[in-house]
């Protein structure tokens, strides 16, 4: 069984930056992608960012953070980041990493569904003070 844990998330002002790291503890049986998701009460979990694990590395993002947060990976280490700057308070959430194991359609290479994903972490709450 594959345990994600996500670390990195705090207390920081608005205009800060942090940055979160997912570890994966175990081996998935594949893994095509990872991606970044974050969720706040009574919303919808958002996507923020997705990186496949082989090639590229080739990335995607929300328009809603692209150029302030950047997603990487080290494959050695079974970890991706997300480096968040220019955080706002609009950017508190409760942030999960998760491991979408297998692409599940033909032509599609970045997936942004929460149904796309099929492992996860239990998040770590990054808080934007203003």
């Known amino acids: 069984q594959v345990r994600l844990v996500e670390t990195g998330g705090g207390l920081v002002q608005a205009g800060g930056s942090l940055k979160l790291t997912c570890f994966a503890s175990?081996?998935?049986?594949?893994?095509?992608?990872m991606g970044w998701f974050r969720q706040v009460p009574g919303k919808e979990r958002e996507f923020l960012a997705t990186?496949?694990?082989?090639?590229?590395?080739?990335?995607y993002y929300a328009d809603s953070v692209k150029d302030r947060f950047t997603i990487s990976r080290d494959n050695a280490k079974n970890t991706v980041y997300l480096q968040m700057n220019s955080l706002e308070p609009e950017d508190t959430a409760v942030y999960y990493c998760?491991?979408?194991?297998?692409?599940?359609?033909?032509?599609?290479?970045?997936?942004?569904?929460?149904?796309?994903?099929?492992?996860w972490g239990q998040g770590t709450q990054v808080t934007v003070s203003s």
């Open positions: 990186i496949l694990w082989t090639g590229g590395p080739d990335t």
């Open positions: 175990g081996r998935a049986s594949s893994t095509y992608a």
């Open positions: 998760a491991i979408q194991r297998s692409r599940t359609e033909i032509g599609v290479y970045f997936y942004t569904r929460i149904s796309d994903y099929d492992i």
